[in-house]
């Protein structure tokens, strides 16, 4: 059976070749798709065997999440209170997470994680990315790695997320573990591995040596950097050839120039500097020098506990100097590129019938109408769709 989503108003295709703008942007439009895959973009009007009336509708391409840490237990909501009333952020309590989440049992876990990407869709996100992290120990980080890959073809493996409570001043220990044990446990369950270099967490010789076990072990480098002050992790990034660098809310002029020069993704998360209190990254600077961009939720529940990319895109547009197309450019075909993708992210025959409407004739209400629930319905994913009730 096919289908045609027709009466769109206005079509963000990201294929020039389609429309007006580097967005590709189609007035009038119809997609016709075909199970799980689109075969058609072309005017309004189109006939298939069944028909989606859009009612005047924006119709996007399923939003690519390429930073979350869906797989935990408990909140931190006292931590964001006693934040939001001026104590700092440090990262510390990633361990609070780290030992609810041992606790948990793999069936508590597995719903949590059923309810987030529940959530996820209906924000209108169609590829996810989900990361480890919260287990920090052999037999933890492997479950957590299997349930990740139940849910993503995009699951990373982030053992070098902090340092456990068990390890404290044995880093360097802590770090053989992560590239031998830990790593032969989770390898076979991940794509990606990524690592925390930031003071407080992994200097920059301890990041190089878990990312370039990983490298290996045959999996693809990511790397948080530059989150809470200036540091190496950016350039070390770009030295390993890391599909993407994230958090950068702290860019030098080497570090802008470092990454222009290459092919490793700035991913801002600009959620987590909303709910840290860092000053946004100055992605205008970023774009304008050249630098490839992503833009993701983070979501996790200490520094980001949200899973709409529509707020990014908000706070994109009014904080960090991106223009909605920019900003929307940055949550798809970005989000694809720092994920190694080019399916995704786009609207394209042949390519995934990923759709997300908005409740919406344009795609300005996205920054327009920050706060506003405007995705009237998503279309397709590459993740695990949870079962209805959640």
């Not at 009612?55 to 840490?69: A, I, Q, Y």
């Not at 780290?98 to 169609?126: C, F, K, N, P």
């Not at 860092?278 to 899973?307: K, L, W």
Request: glycine content about 10%; hydrophobic content about 40%; overall charge negative.
């Amino acid at each position: 059976m096919t289908l045609v989503i027709d009466n769109i108003s206005e079509l963000v295709t990201n294929d020039p070749a389609l429309g007006d703008g580097p967005l590709g942007v189609v007035t009038k439009a119809s997609v016709v798709i075909d199970g799980d895959t689109v075969v058609a973009v072309g005017p309004a009007g189109a006939v298939a065997d069944d028909r989606l009336d859009t009612g005047g509708r924006c119709v996007l391409p399923g939003f690519v999440d390429s930073h979350t840490h869906l797989v935990f237990a408990g909140d931190r909501a006292e931590e964001f209170t006693r934040r939001m009333a001026g104590e700092p952020y440090d990262g510390g309590g990633i361990r609070v997470t780290t030992e609810a989440t041992r606790t948990a049992g793999r069936a508590a876990l597995r719903s949590a994680l059923d309810q987030r990407l529940a959530e996820v869709h209906r924000a209108g996100t169609t590829t996810v990315e989900v990361k480890t992290g919260y287990g920090l120990s052999v037999d933890s980080e492997a479950e957590l790695a299997s349930l990740a890959a139940e849910a993503t073809p995009e699951a990373t493996f982030l053992g070098a997320h902090l340092l456990p409570s068990e390890y404290q001043r044995r880093a360097d220990e802590y770090v053989e573990l992560v590239c031998g044990p830990m790593l032969d446990a989770v390898r076979s369950d991940v794509r990606w591995i990524d690592v925390f270099c930031e003071t407080g967490a992994f200097d920059a010789d301890q990041s190089r040596a878990v990312l370039t076990a990983g490298r290996a072990a045959g999996l693809g480098l990511r790397l948080h950097a530059n989150q809470l002050g200036h540091g190496p992790g950016v350039q070390l990034g770009v030295e390993m050839g890391c599909a993407s660098v994230d958090h950068c809310t702290y860019l030098s002029d080497d570090d802008i120039e470092a990454l222009a020069a290459s092919e490793t993704v700035a991913t801002f998360l600009p959620a987590t500097d909303f709910s840290t209190r860092q000053p946004y990254p100055d992605a205008r600077r970023a774009i304008d020098a050249g630098v490839r961009v992503a833009m993701a939720s983070n979501c996790n529940p200490g520094s980001s506990y949200t899973t709409s990319l529509s707020f990014c895109i908000a706070m994109a547009v009014r904080d960090m100097g991106m223009t909605i197309d920019e900003a929307i450019a940055a949550v798809t075909t970005g989000g694809a590129a720092a994920l190694g993708r080019s399916d995704v992210g786009r609207v394209m025959a042949d390519g995934p019938a990923h759709l997300t409407i908005l409740d919406a004739p344009s795609r300005h209400h996205l920054a327009y109408r920050p706060g506003v629930p405007l995705i009237w319905r998503t279309l397709g994913a590459d993740y695990r769709l949870p079962p209805a009730g959640h």
